[in-house]
Nanobody
Framework: QVQLVESGGGLVQPGGSLRLSCAASGSIFGLNAMAWYRQAPGKQRELVAAISSGGNTNYADSVKGRSTISREYAKNTVYLQMNGLKPEDTAVYYC?????????WGQGTQVTVSS
């Protein structure tokens, strides 16, 4: 079995920062890419940022320059540092990993940006 534990979401004021974490454990053989997606109410889930096993990264245009994805290989953990948060960043953020057996999703963590 695969377990993904996300943390770090919450309520933050516009312009603030948050750091999301997602720790993978269990049968994660061949762990490859790790990524963060988000889904706002009434909208489709969208890619926020991804990082390959080699450390290559890509970002959605909407967060480029404000967010940094990183991973700690020894802990099988991926992070998303978000700065300069805007109300439009409000969404449920999901972690996704790719292993040999396929893709697995976390349960999601709510991020709300509001004054």
């Amino acid at each position: 079995q695969v377990q993904l534990v996300e943390s770090g979401g919450g309520l933050v004021q516009p312009g603030g920062s948050l750091r999301l974490s997602c720790a993978a454990s269990g049968s994660i053989f061949g762990l490859n890419a790790m990524a963060w997606y988000r889904q706002a109410p009434g909208k489709q889930r969208e890619l926020v940022a991804a990082i390959s096993s080699g450390g290559n990264t890509n970002y959605a245009d909407s967060v480029k320059g404000r967010s940094t994805i990183s991973r700690e290989y020894a802990k099988n953990t991926v992070y998303l540092q978000m700065n300069g948060l805007k109300p439009e960043d409000t969404a449920v953020y999901y972690c996704k990993i790719r292993i040999v057996a396929g893709d697995y999703w976390g349960q999601g963590t709510q991020v709300t940006v509001s004054s």
